[in-house]
């Protein structure tokens, strides 16, 4: 399968803005799902946006509003965007692909089993 790379990670101050990248081609096909999760310390890992091969789009309430998942118009690179970034926002960031099962969703446990190795970001007060 193919190797997911991140990338845009960085350091930024409550209330900025940063945008990820991943390179995710190849996932065109019916019911492919893309997402960014995080983990942070102490934390369990966290899924905070997913999108479907239709476009369709999910977020926690922990992140609605202020997160953006997209892809490009070739379909393979995926982006998150993130506005309004508060400290506790601050994890390792990952992008992962995977198949949704036949009426699932793209959010079910257990749909990825591609995942990249994490971009780092930090989020000061």
């Known amino acids: 399968q193919v190797q997911l790379v991140e990338s845009g990670g960085g350091s930024v101050q409550a209330g900025g803005s940063l945008r990820l990248s991943c390179a995710a081609p190849?996932?065109?096909?019916?019911?492919?799902?893309l997402a960014w999760f995080r983990q942070g310390p102490t934390k369990e890992r966290e899924g905070v946006a997913f999108?479907?091969?239709?476009?369709?789009?999910r977020y926690p309430d922990s992140v609605k509003g202020r997160f953006t998942i997209s892809q490009d118009s070739a379909k393979t690179t995926l982006y998150l965007q993130m506005n309004s970034l508060k400290p506790e926002d601050t994890a390792m960031y990952y992008c992962?692909?995977?198949?949704?099962?036949?009426?699932?969703?793209?959010?079910?446990?257990?749909?990825?089993?591609?995942w990249g190795q994490g971009t780092q970001v930090t989020v000061s007060s």
């Open positions: 999108i479907d091969s239709s476009g369709t789009t």
């Open positions: 190849g996932y065109t096909y019916f019911r492919a799902c």
């Open positions: 992962a692909a995977g198949r949704r099962s036949v009426g699932g969703s793209c959010s079910a446990p257990g749909t990825y089993n591609n």
